[in-house]
């Protein structure tokens, strides 16, 4: 089973928007609504922001927003602030394979 | 309120069999469309999804470390075990546990136990 594939990086302004994608097959972010986004700040444990491909757990701000076409998956933060500075992951139901996630995505806020 | 806390070795030698606990509380694991999930993560590099176990005793293991991997839970216990053998330099990292829901998404983590492996 292959990890997802996103950038490795990607960055913004403060207040800008950054999108990052996470890529995989019909076998799993293409066949399932199950993709969810992750954020790791470091030395810390990964925090669910997205699940259901766009839907925001209790807490997470709405700056952050999830969609999907085919089989590729986004993760779009808007007003970027200096705490979104972290690392991104993309994960998905993987049918047979079980789950996978992304490669990961550091963000940087500029 | 769902916390999640791994304990088990820091240090293990080449070829041990490696055995972590996560321990948890605010859900109960027989509940209908609940998992535990254990992921890692070697040092600087992405999160590896390894294993899940659902409310049912269904197990459910990464294709490339099937054949290492075991997971098993003690309800009473609230807890949720898992081994991983042959260990090898490779699988230094830190391991999580974590609770995920029928949307297949992780929603509580443990804050991670790092397991280096060398002689």
């Known amino acids: 089973q292959s990890a997802l594939t996103q950038p490795p990086s990607a960055s913004g302004s403060p207040e800008q928007s950054v999108t990052i994608s996470c890529t995989g097959t019909?076998?799993?972010?293409?066949?399932?609504?199950?993709v969810s986004w992750y954020q790791q700040h470091p030395g810390k444990a990964p925090k669910l922001m997205i699940y259901?491909?766009?839907k925001r757990p209790s807490g997470v701000p709405d700056r952050f927003s999830g969609s999907k076409s085919g089989n590729t998956a986004s993760l779009t933060v808007s007003g970027l602030q200096a705490e979104d500075e972290a690392d991104y992951y993309c994960?998905?139901?993987?049918?047979?394979?079980?789950?996978?996630f992304g490669t990961g995505t550091k963000v940087t806020v500029l | 309120q769902v916390t999640l806390r791994e304990s088990g070795p820091a240090l293990v030698k080449p070829t041990q069999t490696l055995t972590l606990t996560c321990t948890f509380s605010?859900?109960?694991?027989?509940?209908?469309?609940?998992?535990v999930s254990w992921i890692r993560q070697p040092p600087g590099k992405a999160l590896e999804w390894l294993t899940f176990?659902?409310?049912?005793?269904?197990?459910y293991y990464s294709t490339s470390l099937k054949t290492r991997l075991t997971i098993s839970k003690d309800t009473s216990k609230n807890q949720v075990v898992l081994t991983m053998t042959n260990m090898d330099p490779v699988d230094t990292a830190t391991y999580y546990c974590?609770?995920?829901?029928?949307?297949?998404?992780?929603?509580?983590w443990g804050q991670g136990t790092l397991v280096t492996v060398s002689s």
């Open positions: 019909s076998s799993d972010v293409g066949g399932y609504k199950y």
């Open positions: 974590a609770r995920m829901t029928g949307y297949y998404s992780l929603d509580y």
């Open positions: 176990i659902d409310w049912s005793n269904g197990e």
């Open positions: 994960s998905s139901y993987a049918g047979s394979n079980f789950y996978v």
């Open positions: 605010g859900f109960s694991l027989s509940t209908t469309g609940m998992f």
């Open positions: 259901e491909v766009s």
